[in-house]
């Protein structure tokens, strides 16, 4: 055997053995108990439609409510997905609305609204992983006449 064939041989098993170690080491995946008396739907009025889009949408990033697939334990894409979903939490998140003061929760409204008319929301890559999150026209007009309404 060649120099070059063994040496690439190594070179595999090494980077076998770390992504096996990297299935041990990283940030779990997890959902914190909901308290249904600080979730969003229990603080506001949410028509059927915009509770559809939240929960198709949003809530997989930003509620306690998170559906983890079977890739989100195998790193390092679990490394990449969990941090967006933390990321989401930490920025807003719909179980936990009612620990919000009022500031906060009116600023969260505005930028729900301005993010999905930019297209900023749900992320570019969320939507591929998941084809019914994209927002549409109509949903985006839905979601801002919802948040317009609740101030």
């Known amino acids: 055997m060649t120099r070059f064939r063994k040496t690439l041989r190594w070179l595999v098993v090494i980077g076998f053995c770390l992504f096996v170690v990297a299935q041990f080491v990283g940030p779990a995946n997890t959902n914190p108990v909901i308290d249904p008396s600080l979730a969003l739907e229990s603080k506001l009025h949410v028509d059927p439609q915009v509770e559809t889009i939240l929960n198709r949408s949003c809530a997989g990033c930003h ?89």
């Not at 939490?89 to 906060?104: F, T, V």
């Not at 729900?112 to 927002?135: D, I, R």
């Open 63 to 151: 509620s306690n409510r998170t559906r983890w697939p079977w890739y989100t334990n195998v790193a390092p894409v679990s490394w990449f997905v969990i941090g967006h979903v933390n990321d989401g939490r930490r920025d807003l998140n719909l179980s936990e609305w009612g620990n919000y003061d009022k500031r906060k929760q009116s600023s969260r409204l505005d930028q729900m609204c301005q993010l999905a008319k930019a297209g900023v929301m749900p992320l570019s890559s969320y939507t591929p992983l998941h084809p019914g999150s994209k927002l549409s026209g109509d949903d985006v007009k839905a979601l801002c006449e919802w948040t317009e309404s609740q101030h």
